[in-house]
């Protein structure tokens, strides 16, 4: 069985400024990876990479064995990539189920209404907050409401950005616990997560991102032992174990 997701060799620029460079990495079947790394290290970057919103210069974005490195955005949400991006993006100014309605565009109107329901099941508060404006949510259920958008389109992969910035602790836990629900019914997800920590418990695999190319890469468990990523990700040093 090929892999979920591939890049290959994926170079990135904005102008002059390299964003990714060489970068290779792969998601397989039903896996939560996780993407590492300082701020402006490429990793929204490489989300923004396979969900077609940047092109890459260099090398190849293949999902499920379909290069799909210059596919429009659309065409990639109808194959099966939903992206949740960093400060959520949601409409403000529409409902909560109207957020929701706009994530299933590529859904067959008969459909929509038991796609919200399921967004719905995942994160109840949104059922009763279903008529009241995305803008006036809180943080947490403003984040609940994006990838309850996300799902709308019934991925089979979920790019995730940053998840639980700004919430607090125990929304920032509700949430991890939601995407280890919506993996374990067989989405695979590729998470960038500022709180490496708990990435690393929730993933079975990582790369660590530095200057746009990877730096470490392997299982979780040996990336969380490793003295590079304990420094500089985790706040450990090497002795502090």
């Known amino acids: 069985m090929s892999a979920t997701l591939a ?10 400024r390299r964003a990714l ?5 792969t998601v397989e079947p039903g896996e939560i990876v996780t993407l590492l790394g300082a701020n402006g290290s490429g990793k929204s970057t490489a989300l923004r990479a396979i969900s077609g919103l940047v092109r890459p210069a260099r090398g190849r974005v293949v999902y499920e064995g379909r290069d799909i490195t210059h596919a429009p955005a659309d065409a990639i949400v109808a194959a099966g990539i939903t992206h949740v991006p960093e400060g959520r993006e949601i409409f403000p100014e529409f ?23 399921a967004a719905f099941e995942l994160f109840p508060v949104l059922r009763e907050r279903r008529t009241q404006l995305a803008g006036t949510l809180s943080g947490g259920e403003q984040q609940m409401l994006a990838i309850g958008r996300a799902l709308m389109a019934r991925p089979r ?9 700004g919430l607090a602790p125990m929304l920032a836990s509700e949430i991890f616990r939601t995407i280890r629900r919506i993996n374990e019914g067989g989405v695979a997800v590729l998470l960038v997560e500022q709180n490496a920590r708990r990435a690393l418990r929730l993933a079975a695999r990582g790369y660590v991102l530095e200057t746009g190319r990877v730096a470490v ?4 468990r040996a990336l969380a032992d490793d003295p590079r990523v304990r420094s500089a990700y985790l706040g450990l040093g090497r002795a502090g174990r």
């Open 217 to 220: 890469a392997g299982a979780s």
């Open 95 to 117: 409902s909560v189920l109207e957020n929701l309605l706009v994530g299933g565009h590529t859904a067959a109107r008969r459909e929509l209404g038991a796609r919200a329901e």
């Open 21 to 25: 460079d060489g970068v290779s990495l």
């Open 157 to 165: 992969l979920l790019l995730l950005d940053e998840p639980s910035l």
């Open 7 to 16: 890049l290959e060799d994926v170079a990135v620029y904005y102008g002059k």
